[in-house]
């Protein structure tokens, strides 16, 4: 005698901002709450304020450091429910070593639905600068 396999359903208490949202089609080409950068400038500002006022650089924990100021950025984003829109958030440290640097990005861009937010921050022995793209998402 075979016995049906029993699924467990577990609710969710807190919403997971690591996943990526997946929508059915709505046929809407507007977004409704589109990507704005007031408020993103203010949370890049904090946060990288914050994290980095008092520090001095360290090669080793530089990368790290990056990753997690980036997905505090990205998780204060997402709260803020931008619609249809895709949140990337780039991190660089730069170790001061009298040295120039120049950066250079391409990207395919919609004037009218994608935008973005950039923030630098330096201190005596690192510059840190942020990217936050807001990319149109259909």
């Keep these: 005698m075979m016995m049906a396999p029993t699924i467990e359903v577990s609710a969710r208490s807190s919403v997971d901002y690591d996943q990526t949202p997946t929508y059915q ?3 809407q080409l507007k977004a409704r709450n589109p990507f704005r950068t007031d408020p993103v400038d203010e949370i890049v500002k904090n946060v990288m304020q914050i994290r980095l006022e008092d ?5 080793a924990i530089a990368p790290k450091l990056c990753a ?12 803020l429910e931008f619609d249809r ?3 990337i958030v780039l991190v660089t440290m730069i170790e001061k070593a009298s040295q120039a640097v120049n950066t250079k990005m391409g990207f395919v861009w919609d004037v009218e639905r994608d935008n973005y937010a950039t923030y630098n921050f330096e201190t005596p022995s690192f510059y840190a600068h942020c990217l936050v793209i807001g990319a149109y998402y259909e």
């Design 68 to 79: 997690h100021i980036a997905k505090e950025i990205r998780k204060k984003i997402l709260k």
């Design 85 to 87: 829109c895709r949140i």
């Design 25 to 27: 089609n709505s046929y």
């Design 55 to 59: 520090m001095t650089y360290d090669a």
